[in-house]
């Protein structure tokens, strides 16, 4: 029953704005993020938000343009995305670590969303 859903994803026009949801359900997590994929690149940590609200970690690739949050309840992240580049292109996973064993990269997540296409028109 444990599973992350994605929304908010979409066509948008460089230099507009966007916001991706995920829900949680089933259990809480220690820390949720999001990670991209774009055919030909490797996945992309894109942001990810600790237990707590000052546990943040944001790719050089997107400072300044994401912020992550994170609801109180700790069931819903966010990524606001603006000043978005055709390079932002890829799909959007929602991932979530459980916590309790060693993690080995910023990679290493316990629970995947299906992901959610954002596509940057030019």
């Known amino acids: 029953q444990v599973q992350l859903v994605e929304s908010g994803g979409g066509l948008v026009q460089a230099g507009g704005s966007l916001r991706l949801s995920c829900v949680a359900s089933?259990?809480?997590?220690?820390?949720m993020g999001w990670i991209r994929q774009a055919p030909g690149k490797e996945r992309e940590l894109v942001a990810r938000h600790g237990w707590s609200d000052g546990n943040i970690v944001t790719a050089d690739s997107v400072k300044g343009r994401c912020t992550i949050s994170r609801d109180v309840s700790r069931t819903t992240v966010y990524l606001h995305m603006n000043s978005l580049k055709p390079e932002d292109t890829a799909v959007y996973y929602c991932?979530?670590?459980?916590?309790?064993?060693?993690?080995?990269?910023?990679?290493?997540?316990?629970?995947w969303g299906q992901g959610s296409q954002v596509t940057v028109s030019s």
């Open positions: 089933g259990r809480t997590f220690m820390s």
């Open positions: 991932v979530g670590r459980i916590g309790g064993r060693t993690y080995v990269g910023d990679d290493d997540y316990d629970y």
